[in-house]
C-alpha cells in the first residue's frame, strides 16, 4: 500500500494513531496511593524537537509532537528514554519489561530543503513492534527495540542503548548512554538511495543503500518533577551515520554524517477511574 503525501490533517492522524497504542509512562516518580489500584495514571504533555531536516541534513528544522503515557496507578514510573517508542509492557516482573512498542517517522518533503530537489517525497511510516528492557543493577538500564515499517518504509529497524541513571536530588534525574540502530534494506533504501529517475532530476550519482548498522551514537536527558503531576525535561542525542546511509551521495555531498537532535517538554500526570 502507498501512502499519499500526508501533511497537516494526515500528520493529526497518524499522531492519533499512535496515541491508540498502549504506552509505557515517562519518567518521575508520580505516585498517587489514593487511587484504586485498577486506576490508571494518564500522562498528558507536549514536546518541542529541534530536527536535522532529514536524515542526513546539515540543516535543522523544529516541531511539536504530543506526548501520551499510561500505566497502572499505584505503580512506579518507569525511566524513558528519549530514543524509546511508545511501549507498554505486557510483563513488569522485577528487572525485567516486555511488550508492544511503536515510533513515528517524520515524512520526507523535497520542499523542505534544496538538497532534496529531485529527489522526490518519502512518506509517514508508523513503526510497530517490540521491546524489551533489563536493569542489570540499579541505575544501568539496557533496552532493546525490534519495529516493521509501514507507510513510508516497510523495513525493519532495531534500536538499541544503555543509559546510566542517577538521581542527583530528589526533583533531579540525569541519564544518558550510547545507542546503536540497525535497519534492512527496505528501511534505508527511501531515504538514502538515489534511482535513475532521481538522478537525472537531483544531479546526484545513482546509488543503492543496503541494510547493515545505520547508525551510533550517545544521548542524555535531565528531568525535572516540579510535583507529583507536572515535571519537565530536556534533551541532546548525538548519532553518527554509518554503512550505506554515510555512504550516501545525498549525505556526503549534500548534507554530513553527524546528526544532533535536542528536545524540551512539559507532561502533566493524573488518575482515571476505571469505566467497569
Do not use: C
Amino acid at each position: 500500500m502507498r501512502w499519499g503525501n500526508m501533511r497537516h490533517k494526515q500528520w493529526l492522524g497518524l499522531i492519533a494513531a499512535a496515541i491508540l497504542v498502549p504506552q509505557s509512562a515517562s519518567a518521575a516518580d508520580t505516585i498517587f496511593s489514593s487511587a484504586p489500584a485498577s486506576a490508571w495514571t494518564v500522562t498528558l504533555g507536549v514536546e518541542g524537537r529541534v530536527l536535522p531536516t532529514f536524515e542526513g541534513a546539515k540543516s535543522f528544522n523544529w516541531t511539536a509532537f504530543p506526548e501520551f503515557q499510561v500505566r497502572r496507578s499505584g505503580t512506579n514510573d518507569r525511566f524513558r528514554s528519549p530514543r524509546d517508542g511508545d511501549s507498554f509492557a505486557v510483563y513488569d516482573e522485577s528487572n525485567f519489561r516486555f511488550g508492544p512498542t511503536g515510533k513515528i517517522k517524520r515524512y520526507r518533503h523535497e520542499g523542505d530543503s534544496p538538497a532534496l530537489s529531485g529527489l522526490g517525497n518519502v512518506d509517514w511510516a508508523l513503526e510497530l513492534g517490540v521491546f524489551a528492557e533489563y536493569w542489570w543493577l540499579p541505575w544501568l538500564r539496557t533496552r532493546g527495540e525490534l519495529r516493521n515499517g509501514i507507510g513510508g518504509h516497510h523495513g525493519l529497524v532495531a534500536d538499541l542503548s544503555a543509559d546510566a541513571v542517577y538521581n542527583f536530588a530528589p526533583q533531579w534525574t540525569l541519564a544518558g548512554g550510547p545507542r546503536m540502530t540497525l535497519a534492512s534494506s527496505a528501511a534505508v533504501d527511501p531515504y538514502f538511495s538515489i534511482s535513475a529517475a532521481q538522478s537525472i532530476a537531483s544531479g546526484l550519482p545513482v546509488y543503492t543503500a543496503k541494510g547493515g548498522v545505520r547508525s551510533y551514537g550517545a544521548g542524555a536527558q535531565l528531568r525535572y518533577a516540579i510535583n507529583t503531576r507536572w515535571q519537565t525535561y530536556t534533551y541532546v542525542e548525538y548519532e553518527r551515520l554509518t554503512g550505506d546511509a554515510a555512504n550516501s551521495p545525498l549525505v556526503t555531498i549534500r548534507g554530513t554524517r553527524d546528526q544532533v537532535s535536542a528536545g524540551l517538554g512539559l507532561t502533566y500526570s493524573f488518575d482515571v477511574k476505571p469505566l467497569w
